[in-house]
């Protein structure tokens, strides 16, 4: 019988009950069994009257049964948080909560209870406030895992993994090295071998406009180079440099599977402004499946019963990929 999945209500004072209410409808759609929320149960629930959502709630423990999970209840498993407003202003109050939830599906990740989790947003100003990190980072440090995991945003037609992260582009330059180039190319490629059965196609792009570099700074132009020539020797199917900013229209031309860019927002803002809603966050690299909406916790709209649910959707549809 396959395991469920977690979902961590992420940031209380933002959109994450409204999707996981509006995906709780699809629920028969789902071919795996019915996930179960990590939250405040009396939060959920008040959210819920507000929104004027009518699903029946049940609390669960670490102790729960795979058997006892129904499609017709949306089970919680309860983490005491008090608020007494459905919905109140962004702040630092909830960080704790948040970190206590990530722990919570994190240890039952590990104890391979679940098949994995999602996260609905958090808001990373307030709970790494000045770190420049995110989740990714966070999860890959609990579990020791070297370079902060992969990020892959995906798309069943075409994916993007940046090499860096969040950190400031004054930092990305020396943060590019070829092992790590290799390394995170190697983990995606393994990844969709298990997964989907194939050989992706990669297009690793350039860091500079325009692929040029100047005398002054040809070491990452020479890094890059040699990743793809080891890469190449292991039978790695991969195109690069290629200029960032012709590399999204020639990869429908290639039928590139991932675009691997140099840093966070070289890949993700053309992505996310052609596939929207449509794409989620994968952590790779760790040592359970770790998913997310590809959008933020959507401050501006919460309460408002206007937000698309279709990232948590879309994520919640990856586990049927997963054994």
Known sequence: MKKPIAIVAGEPNSISSEIIFKSWKFK??????????IGSFKLIELQMKKLKYNIKLKKINENF???YLSKKVLHIYD????QKKPFENLSEKSNKYIIKCFDIASKLANKKKILGFINCPISKEFLFKNKHQGITEYLAKKEKVKNDGVMLIFNKKLSVSPLTKHIPLDNVSKSINEL????????????YKKY???KPKFALL????????SSKNLKVAKKINKALKILKKNKINITGPIPSDSSFIVSEKYKFNVIIGMYHDQVLTPFKALYNFRAINITLGLPYI????????????MG?????ADSLIESIKFFNYIK
């Not at 983490?79 to 008090?82: A, G, L």
């Not at 408002?304 to 698309?308: F, P």
């Open 28 to 37: 028969n759609n789902y071919k795996h069994k019915p996930f179960f929320i």
């Open 65 to 67: 049964k795979i058997n």
């Open 290 to 301: 770790r998913v997310s909406p590809d959008h933020g916790v959507g401050e501006n709209i």
């Open 180 to 191: 790590r180039i290799i390394k995170n190319i190697k983990i995606i490629y393994n990844f």
């Open 79 to 82: 983490v005491n948080y008090i």
């Open 196 to 198: 989907f059965l194939k």
């Open 304 to 308: 408002k019963k206007i937000a698309n």
């Open 206 to 213: 350039s860091l500079n406009p325009h692929n040029y570099y």
